[in-house]
């Protein structure tokens, strides 16, 4: 009987360990999913960034006005 109650509580205790191996690798890839974005985002940002150092606006005190003015 106790060899029987111990067999029964290894194998939940496995089941349980199974499932919690999962759970992580599932866990685990949406980490590096979430890595990937943020790196492409990182890069997007940097590039708009440079892109808006660059820009060839000039500050309204400096724009010529309209011909209508």
Known sequence: MI???LEERLIN???ALAC??????DL???VIAQGK???ALCRQLKLMLESMAQDTVK???EETPPPHY
């Open 3 to 5: 060899k029987e109650e």
């Open 13 to 15: 205790i496995e089941s």
């Open 20 to 25: 919690q191996e999962k759970e992580l690798d």
């Open 28 to 30: 685990n890839q949406v």
């Open 37 to 39: 974005e943020i790196d």
């Open 59 to 61: 500050p309204l005190s």
